[in-house]
């Protein structure tokens, strides 16, 4: 058992979630997934959604959206239109729906809900805002994913004590 699942194992029942932080590309998704598998090594169920870049000659051309209870995927955004415009990204309304409602799922049917990753759309109540919401009513333990720059934010957001437990993910 690795030193991160020891410690989310110790976490569980004691506070509402963790925070993984790291700048882009520092492998928040890649360390998250590896957590999920390993917690379910430890027959503990867990729901939510990862993530991953969509790369195009190394350069970031978009993201999928997984679903972590059924594996099913779909485009969450890409450089081009059309979708909801967000910075340099189109998110695609359907995708939004489908990872919202992945979320609000796991949060009744996982004990740990992974959300990769909450970010200024879902800050300004867009995105996954809303399930994450429900995840935050229905007491499972939440890890959500953040960038540095706005972990407080997101620990407020989410209602999360000051002293919420924060694993930084380093670069490289």
Not at 15 to 37: D, N, R
Not at 80 to 109: D, K
């Amino acid at each position: 058992m690795t030193g991160a699942l020891e410690r989310i194992l110790q976490l569980l029942g004691h506070c509402p979630g963790l925070i993984i932080t790291g700048p882009i590309g520092s492998g928040k998704t890649q360390t998250v997934s590896g957590v999920a598998e390993e917690l379910r090594a430890q027959s503990i169920s867990v729901g939510g959604v990862v993530s991953p870049r969509v790369l195009e000659y190394g350069l970031t051309t978009g993201y999928i959206v997984r679903d972590l209870l059924s594996g099913e995927e779909r485009r969450l955004c890409t450089e081009n239109p059309p979708g909801i415009r967000f910075r340099r990204f189109y998110f695609s309304p359907t995708a939004l729906e489908f990872a919202n409602a992945a979320v609000a799922r796991a949060g009744h049917e996982a004990d740990v809900v992974v959300v990769d990753e909450v970010g200024p759309l879902e800050l300004g109540g867009g995105g996954m805002a809303p399930g994450v919401q429900k995840v935050l009513h229905s007491g499972a333990f939440l890890i959500m994913c953040v960038r540095p720059w706005l972990v407080e934010e997101a620990c407020l957001w989410a209602g999360f004590p000051k002293t919420a437990p924060i694993w930084e993910v380093p670069l490289g």
